[in-house]
């Protein structure tokens, strides 16, 4: 077909999985719009204030560690517990303090990590020591 030539053909609609657009864009506004509203809520003035989400339990643990971490300069072993607060989480981060042969010897810390919603630490406290080798009593 030259330039400026126009097919003559029909044009022949195929049915597509895809949804119309139309559809679409009005799930899309929905969508956005149930996100602000969780996302934060309206104030007199009509502007949206973004309120904080809680982070979930495994970005928690993850981030209870990362900044005990980054404040003793020591790599945490585990993270022994993990629960939500009314302010945000609270975290029980086991740390190596003192390496010792055998390493069943060696002094290890547990901290108390409390964190916002977002995931920041806000406090930390050590609240036992003990060797690796030891066994709790109560376990």
């Known amino acids: 077909m030259a330039a400026g030539e126009e097919d003559e053909t029909p044009r022949v609609r195929r049915p ?3 949804k119309p657009a ?8 929905r969508k956005s719009s149930a996100g602000e509203a969780r996302a934060g809520s ?3 003035d009509g502007e949206t204030k973004r309120a904080a989400r809680r982070v979930s339990a495994p ?7 990362e900044q005990l971490q980054e404040l003793l300069g020591r790599a945490p072993e585990s993270v022994s517990a993990v629960k939500p607060t ?3 989480w609270q975290a029980d981060v086991e740390v190596l303090e003192l390496e010792r042969v055998p390493g ?4 290890m810390a547990s901290y108390r990590v409390t964190l ?3 995931g920041e630490l806000v406090a930390y406290e ?3 020591r003990y060797t690796r080798g030891q066994i709790d009593p109560h376990a």
């Open 16 to 18: 597509t999985s895809k």
């Open 22 to 29: 139309k559809k679409t864009a009005k799930k899309a506004v």
């Open 59 to 65: 970005r928690a643990m993850r981030y209870a560690a």
């Open 104 to 107: 069943t010897t060696s002094v």
């Open 116 to 118: 916002d919603e977002e």
């Open 42 to 44: 309206r104030t007199s």
């Open 86 to 88: 009314e302010t945000g």
């Open 126 to 128: 050590r609240t036992r």
